[in-house]
């Protein structure tokens, strides 16, 4: 998938976990971003984001099949359908500059053990905030090691 490929590349850059945390960093990210009730209107706004922000090429052709089927239906009552359309959706939100920051901030609040202690997981301003100050950084200044240690 595109963005487990994603998280990989992003957390070999912040931290040396495996890829089982990066499933994991992906669904804490996918509960705070993605609403809980997934319905038709939902996914017609996420196609048409898509198809605005030139994403659309870049998913998957299954994720866009999904997708454009989804758009039909109003209520989605399997916990699989459910499932399979909120990934497509959190690669759609991934692939988008705010979702990568979104990312890269839960990352650096997972590193930081004075983050993780403030609370900063339930607040998406704050995740976006860390996440585009850790991007806005020269790499030569981010810390990789560990917190505040260049």
Same mark, same amino acid.
């Given at each position: 998938?595109?963005?487990?490929?994603?998280?990989?590349?992003?957390?070999?850059?912040?931290?040396? +976990? +495996?890829?089982? /945390?990066?499933?994991?960093?992906?669904?804490?990210?996918?509960?705070?971003?993605?609403?809980?009730?997934?319905?038709?209107?939902?996914?017609?706004?996420?196609?048409?984001?898509?198809v605005?922000?030139?994403?659309?090429?870049?998913?998957?052709?299954?994720?866009?099949?999904?997708?454009?089927? /989804?758009?039909?239906?109003?209520?989605?009552?399997?916990?699989?359908?459910?499932? /399979?359309?909120?990934r497509?959706? !959190?690669?759609?939100?991934? !692939?988008?500059?705010?979702?990568?920051?979104?990312l890269?901030?839960?990352?650096?609040?997972?590193?930081?053990?004075?983050?993780?202690?403030?609370? *900063?997981?339930?607040?998406?301003?704050?995740?976006? *905030?860390?996440?585009?100050?850790?991007?806005?950084?020269?790499?030569?200044?981010?810390?990789?090691?560990?917190?505040? *240690?260049?």
């Amino acid at each position: 998938m595109v963005f487990e490929g994603l998280s990989s590349l992003a957390l070999a850059a912040v931290t040396s +976990t +495996t890829l089982d /945390a990066g499933s994991q960093v992906l669904d804490l990210l996918g509960s705070v971003v993605l609403p809980g009730k997934v319905t038709g209107g939902l996914v017609s706004r996420f196609v048409r984001r898509a198809v605005r922000l030139g994403i659309w090429r870049r998913l998957r052709p299954e994720s866009r099949a999904l997708l454009l089927a /989804a758009r039909c239906f109003s209520v989605f009552r399997s916990p699989v359908a459910v499932s /399979a359309l909120r990934r497509a959706m !959190l690669e759609v939100w991934l !692939l988008m500059l705010r979702g990568m920051t979104l990312l890269f901030g839960v990352l650096v609040s997972l590193r930081d053990p004075c983050l993780r202690l403030s609370g *900063v997981f339930g607040n998406v301003a704050k995740l976006l *905030v860390v996440g585009i100050s850790y991007l806005s950084n020269p790499p030569a200044y981010r810390y990789t090691a560990g917190p505040y *240690v260049r």
